[in-house]
Nanobody, 130 residues
């Protein structure tokens, strides 16, 4: 059975850093495009950092230059390095994976609905205090 398990969330002060991890199991991780998505109460889920099947990366404008997404196929784990955190980065962060031939990072970050991606993690809370 597949699993995506996020870790690394927590409470951090504005300007600080966090590194989220998402460990994958139960499927052939290297064949999957991956993404990190953020959900804030009252707002739609947003794709913030993604790696496409073509290995291109994409970032939401709000996190460009501050967040870095990476994928380690050997460890079947994806990461999200978050630096210079701001209070508006607060939310629940989800990792997701999908087999999407020829999909770019931008395509993956647009895939915000449950049915767009094959697998989703349960989410980890990130809270940035001012």
């Amino acid at each position: 059975q597949y699993q995506l398990v996020e870790s690394g969330g927590g409470l951090v002060q504005s300007g600080g850093s966090l590194r989220l991890s998402c460990a994958a199991s139960g499927f052939t991780f290297e064949y999957y495009a991956i993404g990190w998505f953020r959900q804030v109460p009252g707002k739609e889920r947003e794709g913030i950092s993604c790696v496409g099947s073509d290995e291109t990366t994409a970032y939401a404008d709000s996190v460009k230059g501050r967040f870095t997404v990476s994928k380690d196929n050997a460890k079947t784990t994806m990461y999200l390095q978050m630096d210079s955190l701001k209070p508006e980065d607060t939310g629940v962060y989800y990792c997701a994976a999908a087999v999407r031939p020829r999909a770019s990072g931008t395509d993956i970050c647009r895939s915000t609905h449950d049915y767009n991606m094959d697998y989703w993690g349960k989410g980890t809370q990130v809270t940035v205090s001012s």
